[in-house]
């Protein structure tokens, strides 16, 4: 079987509460899991970097779902390739919501000293690329 990796980011047109936020990751999690996708994602209440990877169709049709969701503004693919093998062993939501709030297993608070229990041992450069790049103090701020 063949697996590939996408890269994206998104942007929603307006910012989200931090239940709505919340709520939303939990249900990504939920579908991610039901479908063998796994990544990570890391958000505040408007914006997204998602590593998603698994079998070639079912994440290209996940991503299509997030292209065509009605509360995205931008959704913008910066890496689609294929890999021999998962880098991530299952699938999370790190959020920042910029308060105080009761996280989950799946569902985890992101903060600069959080984000390194994130990633895998064997996380390819590119993917630190990206992340280093996209995750800047305002998506870390505790």
């Known amino acids: 079987m063949a697996f590939v990796q996408y890269i994206y980011t ?20 939920k579908i991610c899991e039901q479908f063998g996708i796994t990544g990570r994602v890391f958000a505040n209440r408007q914006k997204a970097l998602a590593i998603t990877e698994g079998p070639e169709e079912i994440v290209t049709k996940y991503f ?63 993917v630190r690329i990206m992340a280093d790049a996209y995750l800047d103090p305002e998506m870390l701020a505790a």
């Open 64 to 126: 299509q779902s997030v292209q065509q969701d009605p509360l995205a503004q931008s959704v913008l693919l910066l890496v689609n390739r294929p890999i021999p093998v998962r880098e991530f062993t299952d699938y999370s939501v790190w959020l920042n919501l910029g308060q105080d709030f009761e996280f989950s297993k799946s569902v985890r608070k992101l903060t600069a000293a959080s984000l390194r229990t994130a990633w895998p041992s064997n996380l390819s450069a590119k």
């Open 10 to 29: 998104s942007i929603l047109m307006t910012e989200l509460s931090a239940r709505n936020a919340f709520d939303t990751s939990a249900m990504s999690t």
